[in-house]
């Protein structure tokens, strides 16, 4: 191949979008800055009570100045967005498909689609299974990402479906960067059979991971709105965020046993916990 060939095919490769390869046909993806799966836990272990304030707080987020600000100042201007609620193995809801985000009003009528219908609800937990399922969306997506996240938010350990570090590993392997919100809530004095004293670390250790990934734990659902806004700020722009809520940046996953979960059910066998 000439000299002058590479030249045209350079050219080409930065004018033109890249190509997605589906099993039917050939489309061309539109650029964005970030292509973000919001994975949202709706298991029975949460009440309708922290199911509404997951949602308000998500909605509030999305149409946030900062968050618009982050959206708008990247090379692109422009994000893709999904939301999925998620409980067992079998239980992945998109509430919202994938949406592109360059502006107030795109924003605004994103979140409007949140407050349609109430949260679903659903026994078990499958953090691994949720995981596939981004996995499978972004693979379906017809945009492509400077950066692929999954931002997993849930309030107890993978308890149905493969091992939850297993799926991480898959997604971390296709180069997605997998950010979590462990919910370390019990306000209304429910507590499931499934709870982990130490969500924080088995969130650190077995589920996030990839360049840059962090958790931003929940102890209170008061904190819930001001952690999910300060983790899309991160998620979309990156920039130093010292007032946030506690940052933990993932470094390592030894220390705790990922197969927490899984080994509780066994032990217990109770198939109507969630």
């Not at 004018?15 to 836990?41: G, M, Q, Y």
């Not at 707080?57 to 100042?73: F, K, M, N, P, S």
């Not at 407050?115 to 499978?136: E, K, Q, Y």
């Not at 499931?192 to 088995?202: A, G, I, N, Q, T």
Request: with cysteine; proline share 6%.
């Amino acid at each position: 191949m000439t000299r002058l060939r590479h030249i045209e095919l350079a050219l080409l490769a930065a004018l033109v979008p890249a190509a997605v390869t589906t099993a039917t046909k050939t489309v061309f993806a539109e650029p964005v800055d970030v292509e973000l799966v919001l994975a949202v836990d709706v298991s029975l272990s949460m009440s309708p009570d922290e199911l509404a304030i997951q949602r308000d707080g998500y909605v509030a987020a999305l149409t946030h100045e900062q968050v618009l600000r982050a959206i708008t100042d990247g090379i692109h201007g422009k994000i893709a967005l999904t939301y999925v609620e998620w409980a067992g193995d079998r239980m992945q809801d998109v509430v919202v498909p994938w949406t592109v985000i360059s502006n107030e009003a795109e924003a605004a009528a994103f979140a409007q689609q949140l407050t349609m219908h109430p949260p679903a609800r659903a026994r078990r937990t499958s953090l691994s299974g949720v995981l596939t399922f981004a996995s499978d969306l972004f693979a379906e997506s017809e945009y492509v990402g400077m950066k692929r996240i999954v931002d997993i938010s849930g309030d107890g350990p993978n308890n149905q479906g493969p091992p939850v570090a297993d799926a991480r590993d898959a997604l971390l392997a296709q180069g997605i960067v997998i950010n979590g919100l462990p919910l370390m809530t019990r306000g209304d004095g429910f507590i499931s059979s499934y709870d982990v004293p130490e969500l924080d670390l088995y969130y650190q250790s077995c589920v996030v991971g990839g360049p840059g990934s962090f958790m931003i734990p929940v102890n209170d659902w008061s904190q819930f709105p001001e952690a999910v806004r300060r983790k899309l700020v991160l998620e979309l722009a990156g920039l130093p965020d010292i007032e946030a809520p506690q940052i933990i940046r993932v470094a390592s996953s030894e220390g705790t046993d990922c197969m927490i979960g899984e080994k509780m059910w066994r032990q217990r066998n109770m198939w109507d916990s969630p």
